[in-house]
């Protein structure tokens, strides 16, 4: 098993461990102590929490608010039948169906889009509390009422959005960029609705410590990361459940370090999300998952991010690998706000990129939407969107026929090439980046996409985190795939005559 080599490891390394132990006790004789997690960071006469209090730019937090609603209401446009404060313990409207966070409209519009983009572009950059954060820079647009003192970050977002200028190329494109979501504190866009979601949890312990003793979430192995990190940060136990040997060596290690209680369930991810809603329905355990709409609300923020970094001009497309399909709903509602609000005059076409390993959405696209079928997803190198009944689908759907989107799905090869073509351009992208690398592949292929179109990728992980994989096809040891960008090192003798042969057999002009 996964944990048994796992464990296996860690105690290999104790000698090794060992000797760093002592060195860095060595070392903290000499260093300044440091502050306690969630303490407020002290040095004479600073404090940063008071100087964001002081430095506030904004009228009181009581000028806006938001509330929970069905997710239903927004889609029917019949008005709102229920309604809740974020500080209920619940995910779910009375018939079942999925909730959304409604933000106070009105009471946003009474600002204008300058006064919207001169706030979040004074923010760039700033050390003060919370707004250094790319989520928390947009704190009106997330969770108004909360206290920043309440604020679980790490300055999360202002992800780099580059010009993929040579991969463009290759592509016949001249506008196209990446957006590295995957660039963060624990190496994927979850972060972003998990400072959210364990900030509002912060609040809560505070004001009803009985109903919530720990947060909870079924991952493929980026959301336990960002999870058991927010909550190790602000003291809060985490318990997350992974499909056994389905996840990454990578990731599997992120909440084990972070003190989580890790649960290897013998199923896979939809296995183990039926289970965490069981749980958590059944306990003083908070469902971490995106099913819980708080997260949406902090991942909409790298859709805010990106127009502002285009300075509020919106691209033609952005593409987005899709899984539990609660992502594809936050980039839309970051959009739909910034249109909302009047600081853009347009959506931007969204695509939705599946694995054709675990491609429910795909299926129900080319069926019109019309029915929706869970599949059992198979195995896949985008292991993180090994997902075959999305909880979001509903929101996905929303979003795909709101910005007249397009889903595309890529095979096992199509992916793994489309990262490693990319990666020879100077990325290091994840399986998930490359199943959005191979949906804008064929949709330029097809002419859906024209040469000049502004097109964003999204690139939800980091490569590091999936470097198995990444060793496997340069090794061409993957039965089934070519490898058709491998790039296998190659063994040499110590001795200046072979390595002189290596160099002119790869650049034979030398
Ligand atoms: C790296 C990565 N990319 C993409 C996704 C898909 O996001 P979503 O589940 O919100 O569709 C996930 C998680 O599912 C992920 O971990
Ligand atoms: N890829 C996700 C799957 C769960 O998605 P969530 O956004 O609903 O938490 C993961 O990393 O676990």
Redesign the pocket.
């Known amino acids: 098993m996964q944990l048994q080599g796992f464990s296996q490891r860690l105690a290999s390394g104790t000698q090794t461990e060992a000797l760093r132990g002592a060195a860095c006790r060595a070392q903290s004789r000499v260093l300044p102590s440091r502050p306690r997690a969630g303490a407020s960071v002290e040095a004479p006469g600073h404090n940063i929490r008071e100087d964001a209090h002081n430095r506030a730019d904004m009228p009181g937090s009581d000028a806006f608010n938001a509330r929970y609603v069905p997710f239903k209401s927004l889609q029917s446009g019949n008005g709102v039948s229920e309604q809740y404060s974020l500080d209920e313990v619940l995910y779910r409207a009375q018939d079942g169906g999925l909730l959304d966070v409604q933000h106070d409209m009105e009471a946003l519009a009474k600002f204008d889009a300058a006064h919207w983009k001169k706030l979040f572009d004074s923010r760039i950059g700033t050390t003060a509390w919370p707004y250094g954060s790319g989520v928390w820079s947009k704190k009106e647009w997330v969770l108004p009422e909360l206290s920043s003192d309440d604020i679980v970050s790490m300055f999360e977002g202002n992800s780099n959005l580059f010009w993929a200028e040579r991969f463009g190329r290759q592509l016949g494109m001249s506008d196209l960029w990446v957006k590295q979501c995957g660039n963060s504190h624990t190496g ?1 866009f ?1 972060d972003l ?1 998990m400072t959210v979601l364990v900030s509002q949890v912060n609040r809560l312990r505070k004001i009803k410590p009985e109903a919530v003793q720990a947060v909870g ?8 990361a960002a999870l058991s990190a927010y909550c190790a940060a602000a003291g809060i136990p985490s318990i997350v459940f992974l499909p056994a040997d389905k996840i990454s060596l990578a990731q599997l290690v992120q909440p084990i370090a972070n003190g989580a209680l890790v649960l290897s369930i013998d199923t896979d ?1 939809d296995g183990c999300m039926k289970l965490i809603q069981e749980v958590t329905a059944a306990s003083p355990i908070y469902l ?4 819980n709409s708080l ?1 949406l609300e902090g991942q909409k923020t790298a859709a805010i991010e990106i127009l502002q970094q285009f300075n509020w001009q919106v691209p033609d497309w952005v593409i987005i690998p899709g ?2 399909l ?2 594809i709903y936050a980039f839309y509602k970051g959009f739909k706000m910034c249109m909302d609000l009047g600081l853009t005059d347009r959506l931007p076409r969204l695509v939705c990129a599946q694995a054709q390993n675990a491609n429910p959405l795909y299926l129900a696209y080319q069926a019109g939407f019309d029915n929706f079928h869970p599949v059992k997803a198979k195995t896949t190198f985008a292991s ?2 090994q ?1 075959g009944d999305p ?2 689908i509903d929101r996905a759907v929303l979003a795909l026929r709101e910005t007249n989107g397009i889903v595309e799905e890529a095979s096992e090869e199509e992916l793994m090439d489309a990262a490693a073509r990319a990666d020879l351009t100077g990325m290091f992208n994840c399986p998930h980046t490359g199943v959005a690398l191979s949906a804008l592949t064929k949709l330029r292929e097809r002419g859906v996409i024209a040469p000049s179109d502004r097109t964003v990728v999204v690139s939800t992980a980091h490569g590091l985190k999936f470097a198995q994989s990444k060793v496997a096809y340069h090794s061409k040891e993957i039965e089934g795939i070519v490898g058709k960008y491998a790039n296998p090192p190659v063994q040499v003798k110590e001795s200046v005559g072979d390595v002189m042969d290596a160099i002119r057999n790869k650049f034979s002009s030398m």
């Not at 971490?288 to 099913?291: E, K, L, P, Q, V």
């Open positions: 994927s979850k609705g979430c079924a991952s493929t192995g980026d959301t336990s991810f971490a998952n995106s099913m997260r899984g539990n609660g992502n993180a969107i997902i909880v979001s």
